[in-house]
């Protein structure tokens, strides 16, 4: 990279004017728009066309709103008709034009720009040469080219160009601007994840290019970009596809909330605000969960049997067991005599409704307009009409009563609620399913009422899957809400699926209109209850409506090659079938292993902190252990005098952040200390694969601080 370029000027006045043309742009859209909102009177349909109109102009001041995002990162000057003619293209975060619709910018995911991000010195992709800038907002610092072929360019200078500073040939370094790549890598973290949209790489390239059908997975081991891949995958794909997944809709799913703040930036700095970014809580409306740290959880064992596939037959078994005949016959007194209903009528009644309908709610006026029916054939009175006997029964309460007990209306976390509650109806669901000893192990006190449940995150996907096999609740007149229903989306992406259970798979499956998905994660950094052994573990239960893909990412880009030789020691120990990704970085220095006593291991701690700021000075800094340690910890921070901020309430936002290490999946810091590894191995299931998770995020220094004697691994 040279920052005495002598093109820099030029280009500089080049990013300056493109940033001219996009606010012109942003201007004009503004002045549109206050025309649209002047006129609000006229039609329906007049009203409706305005809206439409004035969302789109709202959703084009977004993408022009960049913020501290920089607009141009490159250019590629490829060969047009004749090897003598050249064209140039510069390459940005959006397409900007200027006053006579002439392109100033190509946006990345155009066609036009894929070469500069796949050519290389074998298949030059048409190009003589590529272009890097290093640029903070509008500001270029440097440029780096990249020559094809002889390096004849033609154009702007060329004589004497190969002993220009930054000048390298392509496929020398084997990633593509190499350089540029690592200034970049080299930048200390903000708190939330930057998109890689100026250096992606061609390995990352492929990914987010190919097609949109059927399920993509990539396995990525840390560092290499799984999840700003899958990002910009989406971004990709809405702009490709912008019919119909616009109004299909694209979900991302996310591992925790930490993790969605974390990355909550990236897709609005590529220009797409509207891409809905969850947890899988997010998807299961009015009840309250536990935090995945918060006591009261399930145990090892309920949230390993809650994880299985078979929960969805458990399920299926308690919908099933309340649709129940009368155990004996139905009689009331009405009027001067009584209204009967046999128990063998009854269950002509509940299997008529079980034939005709798939969905348990669905079911219930059909089961509701047979029973009062029924009843109302049995009292004979000529002068009372079987109307005024049934609208007469149904403010009977023992009628509603039988009613209910026949085919209740039933809420998922009602369902659920009675099922857990009760051993009787625990065992009774089991049967050709589980043994009752597992069934037993998801009992729990029943509460007062539903609603003062807190459930557990195993219980996200069984009331996912209650509410599917029961469907919502009939309104007046028996109408469904649509909005009931179960959304469904274009494309899914999934990130730490490693540690999804099958039920929470099925969950997300259950999301997919065309069964469109790109999955990401690490099975070496599975730590789920369920935790798979290869991806068609993970594959059975996704949509196969067309054949899966499985692409691995094998370069390392943002962990030193010190730090990741210590953790795959313990990779290697913990998932010995399983490769560590190749490191492109080598750090200032390797990780630190510092031992303490039991009394002293929180001084040591801050201490440590400390040094870490006084070595890399403004950098986001992290205090990595076991969940039960991190209240102690921030004790000794505090008596330390070190503001600090703990993950699950304040993200990554403070400089110094302390981080359970239930949530530290996917995140990156620029310094990191790790405590007490053999605590993290012994409090967390897959404690292995945890711990290697933990030495493997920060992106310049580590540091472990122990007390205990060291996992056998990192001896």
């Excluded at 890598?185 to 994840?193: C, D, K, Q, S, V």
């Excluded at 085919?407 to 009774?428: E, I, M, V």
């Amino acid at each position: 990279m040279s920052q005495h370029h002598p093109d820099l000027a030029d280009e500089q006045a080049y990013i300056e004017h493109a940033y001219d043309c996009l606010e012109t742009s942003r201007l004009a859209a503004f002045r549109v728009r206050g025309l649209n909102e002047a006129s609000m009177g006229g039609t329906f349909q007049a009203r409706f066309e305005r809206n439409a109109f004035d969302e789109q102009l709202v959703r084009r001041l977004e993408e022009l709103e960049l913020g501290d995002a920089s607009l141009v990162f490159g250019r590629i000057d490829r060969y047009a008709e004749s090897p003598d003619q050249l064209e140039a293209f510069h390459i940005g975060r959006l397409a900007v034009a200027d006053e006579d619709r002439e392109p100033i910018v190509v946006d990345w995911r155009a066609p036009v720009a894929e070469p500069f991000y796949r050519a290389t010195g074998r298949d030059a992709m048409g190009l003589a040469r590529r272009r890097h800038f290093v640029v903070e907002g509008r500001k270029l610092l440097g440029i780096e080219d990249e020559l094809f072929g002889e390096g004849h360019l033609g154009v702007g200078h060329d004589e004497g160009l190969d002993e220009v500073a930054g000048v390298v040939t392509a496929g020398e370094s084997g990633l593509r601007g190499y350089s540029t790549l690592l200034a970049t890598l080299e930048r200390g973290r903000t708190g939330t994840l930057g998109d890689i949209v100026a250096t992606i790489q061609a390995e990352q390239d492929e990914i987010i290019r190919s097609s949109q059908h059927g399920v993509l997975v990539v396995q990525g081991g840390p560092g290499t970009g799984k999840t700003v891949v899958a990002l910009h995958r989406a971004a990709y794909l809405l702009y490709t596809h912008r019919f119909p997944l616009e109004d299909q809709g694209v979900l991302v799913i996310g591992p925790n909330r930490v993790f969605l703040r974390y990355i909550e930036k990236v897709l609005p700095s590529l220009g797409e605000a509207g891409v809905r970014q969850v947890v899988l809580a997010d998807l299961i409306p009015g009840v309250d969960f536990l935090r995945p740290d918060e006591p009261g959880g399930d145990t090892a064992e309920a949230a390993r049997i809650k994880g299985s596939e078979r929960m969805s037959d458990l399920i299926d078994n308690a919908v099933r067991d309340r649709e129940r005949p009368l155990r004996e016959d139905f009689e009331v007194p009405f009027r001067t005599g009584y209204v009967r209903l046999s128990a063998s009528d009854s269950a002509k009644i509940v299997r008529g409704a079980r034939r005709r309908f798939k969905r348990h709610n669905a079911g219930r006026r059909a089961v509701e307009n047979d029973f009062y029916t029924a009843l109302a054939e049995s009292y004979r009175d000529p002068d009372i009409g079987r109307r005024e006997v049934k609208d007469t029964l149904r403010g009977t309460i023992e009628v509603r009563a039988a009613l209910d007990s026949m085919w209740p209306l039933l809420t998922p976390a009602q369902l659920l609620h009675d099922l857990f509650g009760s051993r009787a109806l625990l065992k009774l669901a089991a049967r050709d399913v589980m043994s009752h000893d597992e069934a037993l192990a998801l009992h729990r006190p029943r509460a007062a009422s539903v609603d003062d449940v807190r459930w557990s995150q195993a219980d996200i996907a069984l009331l996912d899957d209650a509410r599917d096999v029961l469907g919502p609740k009939p309104g007046k007149g028996g109408k469904i809400d649509d909005r009931d229903e179960i959304r469904t989306y274009g494309h899914i992406v999934i990130d730490e699926v490693q540690d999804l259970t099958p039920m929470q798979l099925k969950m997300a499956s259950r999301r997919s209109l065309s069964g469109a998905m790109t999955i990401v994660g690490d099975l070496a950094q599975a730590t789920g209850p369920l935790a798979p052994d290869e991806w068609d573990d993970v594959l059975a239960h996704l949509p196969d409506r067309k054949p899966a893909r499985v692409i691995g990412l094998s370069v390392g880009y943002r962990i030193p090659g010190q730090i990741m030789e210590l953790a795959n020691k313990v990779m290697a120990a913990a998932t010995p079938a399983l490769r560590a990704p190749n490191s492109v970085r080598i750090g200032e220095v390797g990780p630190r292993i510092v031992s303490a006593t039991e009394h002293s291991l929180g001084c040591t701690v801050a201490e440590e902190v400390q040094a870490l700021a006084e070595a890399i000075p403004g950098a986001s800094l992290g205090v990595v252990a076991a969940d039960a340690m991190i209240a102690d910890l921030s004790g000794a921070l505090t008596d330390a005098g070190i503001n600090h901020g703990t993950a699950t309430r304040t993200g990554l936002d403070a400089g110094v952040t302390l981080v359970p290490v239930s949530v530290i999946k996917g995140l990156e810091l620029d310094g990191v200390v790790v405590v007490e590894p053999a605590r993290i191995v012994s409090d967390t299931l897959h404690g292995l694969r945890a711990l290697y998770v933990a030495l493997t995020r920060s992106t310049q220094r580590l540091t472990v601080v122990h007390g205990d004697e060291l996992p056998a691994a990192m001896r």
